[in-house]
């Protein structure tokens, strides 16, 4: 009774600030009255739908605000709608969660892609303000360069259609995410360092500007992409939440320094890992990372999570992982084995459960085994990924089961078909099965044939009689049981 008082003083003090806030607020708030109107008239606003007992949204709010005042001067106005006080206006703007931000140019509603710092919120929308390419001059190149962490500006002949094709391509597909802009003058790109065509990215991290001149006769969208995705990003920052899709979305192995926020050598080691972080710059995107928060993820990537600091680099593209047991020479160690990362030198770390004694109908695979059962060529084989912890899978497992028996007991079938499953959590998927995996359970088949390596995703009903179905039509056999009675209770129907 004690803690549901706490939370409730807490909520009552949450909703008091909310109120006390509003007073001085550069944040309109709407109802289904006056929403409408006033994302009309708007060129450009964001609005959050939020309720005052959702966390999340009270985390956001200082946020909010502050972004609020300071796009005032930029002429980007921020809004709030309370949904548990405007129910139907919510419905009908499709609000499945809170906060949900929104953003409306002249009433037409697109999702907002930004974080929930203030500075992500003030960057986002201000890059949503610029037009996809902005045309550069002396006189603008300053203002232009303070709109962003990270400005890509591309110096151009005016009759190089070709690199401003691909430069307003590429600022189409990156408006979100980055600021661009186009300049025809030549003493503007000589003070850069720079000759046409060339892309030049200003930053307010680490080299303030870096200069990259085309491979060619004109930039291509392949080259700008390849620029901007690795100088885009600090040679070495902290990861979170909120950076953590630039990094994936790069493409590039990511090398992960767990340390403590706490310890006292921790801004020397960065800064010294940073040097080695320039060495593989463009092969290796480095990070460091608070290891009391997200120790659980340095587990996950076969790291011990006993004892701090720690290394591993993890291929963001097939899922491998390389960690590295760290001596008192951090720095020397960390790269060495960067050295032979890149290299091509070390061998993945592949994590697996130990090799079951017996087998039953359904065989249990280990990653140790993974090929030898999986990548049968004789047989087609059901693989299922499941956790212990996952509701559906336990309740498909009386219909996994039977269906193994059912072909278990159908002689011809038996030396054909495999039903096999193997836990997610305590096993690795080998990187070379070239497998996502997207959640639990995920079901797929392997077909029959000498070296085949593909994978059939199974989307049907979770009852034996689709699951049947889909081996017999799918694999190379197309073998399927004796006819066999489910159960109504035995299968997971989503």
């Keep these: 009774m004690r803690a549901f008082t706490q939370l409730a003083l807490a909520a009552t003090l949450a909703a008091v600030g ?32 939020f309720a005052p007992w959702c966390g999340h949204c009270q985390a956001l709010a200082p946020h909010y605000e502050a972004a609020a005042t300071e796009l005032l001067a930029n002429n980007v106005k921020l809004a709030k709608v309370d949904c548990t006080q405007e129910e139907s206006l919510c419905t009908e703007q499709e609000i499945g969660g809170f906060p949900t931000l929104k953003v409306f140019r002249n009433g037409t509603a697109s999702p907002y892609g930004g974080t929930r710092k203030k ?31 990270f400005v890509l500006v591309g110096y151009v002949e005016e009759n190089d259609k070709a690199s401003a094709e691909a430069l307003h391509k590429y600022a189409e597909e990156h408006r979100d995410s980055h600021v661009v802009g186009i300049s025809h003058d030549k003493s503007l790109a000589s003070k850069a360092g720079a000759k046409f065509p060339s892309l030049v990215a200003y930053r307010t991290f680490d080299d303030p500007e870096v200069v990259h001149a085309a491979k060619g006769k004109a930039l291509t969208g ?42 006292p050598t921790r801004e020397e080691e960065v800064k010294k890992l940073a040097q080695i972080a320039k060495d593989v710059r463009g092969k290796v995107n480095m990070v460091w990372i608070d290891a009391k928060k997200f120790g659980s993820h340095a587990m996950a990537l076969n790291l011990k999570g006993e004892k701090w600091p720690a290394f591993v680099v993890q291929d963001m593209e097939n899922g491998a992982k390389y960690p590295l047991e760290l001596g008192k020479d951090i720095v020397g160690g960390v790269k060495t084995f960067m050295q032979q ?130 081996v017999s039509t799918k694999g190379t056999h197309k073998a399927a049981p004796k006819p066999v009675a489910e159960s109504s209770n035995a299968h997971d129907e989503l």
């Excluded at 909310?18 to 944040?27: G, L, R």
């Excluded at 992500?120 to 006189?139: C, D, F, N, R, W």
């Excluded at 901007?228 to 790069?250: G, Q, R, T």
Aim: aromatic share 10%.
């Design 119 to 149: 500075e992500g919120i003030v960057s986002y929308m201000l890059k949503q303000q610029l037009p996809a390419v902005s045309t550069v001059t002396p006189e603008n190149l300053e203002e232009l360069k303070k709109k962003d962490h």
């Design 18 to 49: 909310v109120f006390a806030a509003d007073e001085k607020s550069n944040v309109e708030s709407l109802t289904a009255t006056t929403f409408k109107k006033w994302v009309a008239n708007e060129p450009l606003a964001l609005v959050e739908f």
């Design 341 to 470: 990362f890149v290299g091509g030198k070390l061998k993945p770390s592949i994590k697996s459960g130990p090799i079951p004694e017996k087998q039953g109908a359904v065989i249990e695979v280990v990653a140790d085994e993974f090929d030898k059962y999986v990548f049968n060529d004789d047989r087609d084989v059901l693989l299922e990924l499941y956790a212990p912890w996952c509701g559906h899978c336990k309740n498909l497992a009386p219909t996994y089961e039977k269906l193994a028996e059912a072909y278990a007991a159908t002689p011809d079938a038996a030396k054909r078909v495999s039903i096999v499953k193997m836990d997610g959590t305590a096993n690795d998927i080998p990187p070379h099965a070239d497998i996502t995996l997207q959640g639990f359970p995920t079901i797929l088949l392997k077909p029959a044939g000498k070296g085949s390596r593909t994978f059939e995703s199974y989307e049907g009903d979770r009852t034996l009689e689709s699951l049947i179905e889909f």
């Design 222 to 263: 392949e080259e700008i992409e390849s620029f901007a995705s690795v100088e885009s990003l600090p040679l070495i920052d902290e990861i979170s939440a909120e950076n953590f899709a630039k990094y994936a979305l790069s493409g590039l192995p990511l090398a992960y320094y767990f340390v403590e926020p706490e310890s």
